[in-house]
């Protein structure tokens, strides 16, 4: 497959997931967690009126946060999916300076210039090399790109990702509802990154990495089950009702807590 028709292909797995990712980021404190510390790291001070861009906004959750902190934030949201552009349209109307519906490699060809551009839950998705040079290219000087890496995606903590634990858990309900078990896809294909690879990247295109740092978080172990039940014909085809039962007991059967490894990454042009 070609690399745009992944990318095509992404972005249409998100819009189908667009109102069941809005539920889910405000059901589980990760994804505030996660919002939280970009802004941390942004450094906004509070009068400042800084011009910012929610970059892969989805239901606009970062912006939310970043609103609740600093309502002088200029914002600006940006994402390729018209349906998750829509849902932050519904929760911010014309509080917001514009909504953009574009692919991160794209903004490049944009005419605004920001103090910084937040980016949470998102940047795996991406080719690190197009976003970062289009990126590098909407940063006033000195200004800042904030982003986070889910843990499976950084070569240092890929191997200490359990959320891939479920099988067992999954298959155990299905058994017990009398379900047949499908022959799911392989897990752990997702592309890794590393500092140093990240850090050559951001040289190439006039950016510093000055932040790169793992976070671990508690999360319930149930969270993985909510994650992937954002498909609907996970974890198997079966009826509404069958489907919730067997969810809910491999939440049940789920670890109580479970390590969650995330990485925040700070590039200063
Ligand atoms: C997991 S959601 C994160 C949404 C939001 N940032 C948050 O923290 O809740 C991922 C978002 O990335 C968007 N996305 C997917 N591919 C993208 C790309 N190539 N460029 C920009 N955004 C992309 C999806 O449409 C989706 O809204």
């Not at 600006?76 to 490699?105: I, W």
Request: proline share 4%.
């Amino acid at each position: 497959m070609s690399s745009e028709s992944l990318r095509q292909r992404i972005i249409a797995s998100w819009s189908l997931r667009a109102k069941a990712y809005h539920s889910l980021t405000r059901d589980w404190e990760l994804f505030e967690i996660m919002a939280k510390r970009l802004i941390e790291n942004a450094s906004f001070s509070k009068d400042h009126g800084a011009k910012v861009l929610d970059l892969a906004c989805g239901s606009g959750l970062v912006s939310e946060v970043l609103f609740g902190q600093f309502p002088r934030v200029k914002l600006h949201l940006c994402d390729p999916s018209e349906t998750m552009l829509n849902l932050s349209r519904d929760l911010f109307g014309d509080r917001v300076q514009s909504y953009l519906q574009k692919a991160a490699r794209d903004i490049k060809s944009m005419a605004l210039n920001f103090d910084a551009i937040l980016c949470s839950a998102a940047f795996h998705l991406m080719d690190e090399d197009a976003v970062l040079e289009s990126v590098a290219q909407r940063l006033k000087p000195g200004a800042v790109f904030v982003c986070n890496l889910w843990g499976h995606s950084f070569d240092e903590t890929a191997g200490l990702d359990s959320s891939q634990d479920w099988r067992p858990v999954v298959r155990k309900a299905l058994k017990e509802s009398g379900q047949d078990i499908p022959k799911w896809p392989a897990s752990g294909g997702a592309r890794l990154r590393s500092r140093q690879k990240l850090r050559e990247i951001a040289e190439k295109h006039g950016l510093e990495l000055d932040l790169c740092q793992v976070d671990k978080d508690l999360v319930p172990g149930a969270f993985t089950i909510a994650f992937l039940a954002m498909r609907e014909s996970w974890p198997a085809d079966m009826d509404k009702d069958t489907r919730e039962a067997v969810l809910a007991r491999a939440m049940e059967l789920m670890p109580e807590q479970e390590p969650c490894y995330t990485v925040r990454l700070r590039f200063r042009k």
